[in-house]
């Protein structure tokens, strides 16, 4: 985090514009289980683990993997790429995080098959509370769109062979 001094006594720091490029990951058992959890900052609003790159360089599987670990405590699992990409408006409400100009996001789609009993930390600032669902009852549940069509398809994608 780049840091700018504000007076001599203080320091705010500064966060640079998101990178309007991220992951969608679906975390599911080998019985189709998602994992979903509630957003801290919208209450009720529910999904999968997404994120930013952090970086212009950061691969996509690299960043699937790091928001993984941060938001849910989960190091381990098969991770595979479905070789899917949403494009989607930004919120309104979101978009003061992105450069000026910046309306919309590129989304990469990936699938994390962990054993079922898999214990779930989650990060307090990001979450409230989680679940684990069947596929079908987590799709209607999902506020996002592409989160919902991503879990419709997981009983197609589970079976395919790990990138």
């Known amino acids: 985090m780049r840091l700018t001094r504000s007076s001599a006594l203080s320091e705010v720091p500064v966060r640079p514009f998101k990178i309007p490029c991220s992951v969608l990951v679906v975390i599911h058992t080998p019985q189709l289980d998602v994992l979903l959890m509630e957003r801290a900052d919208r209450p009720g609003f529910w999904q999968s683990v997404t994120g930013s790159l952090d970086a212009e360089d950061e691969a996509p599987g690299a960043t699937a993997r790091r ?11 098969v991770l595979l790429d479905w070789g ?19 309306t919309h996001n590129t989304e990469h789609v990936f699938g994390l098959c962990v054993p079922a ?4 930390m989650l990060a307090p600032r990001e979450h409230l509370q989680y679940q684990w669902l069947p596929w079908h009852e987590a799709a209607a549940l999902c506020f996002s769109p592409s989160n919902a069509q991503a879990i419709l398809q ?5 079976g395919a062979v790990p990138a």
């Open 117 to 120: 009993a898999t214990p779930v």
């Open 67 to 77: 928001e993984v670990q941060e938001e849910t405590g989960i190091s381990n699992g």
């Open 154 to 158: 997981l009983p197609r994608r589970a």
């Open 84 to 102: 899917l990409t949403n494009e989607y408006e930004i919120f309104l409400n979101w978009r003061h995080r992105y450069a000026p100009g910046v």
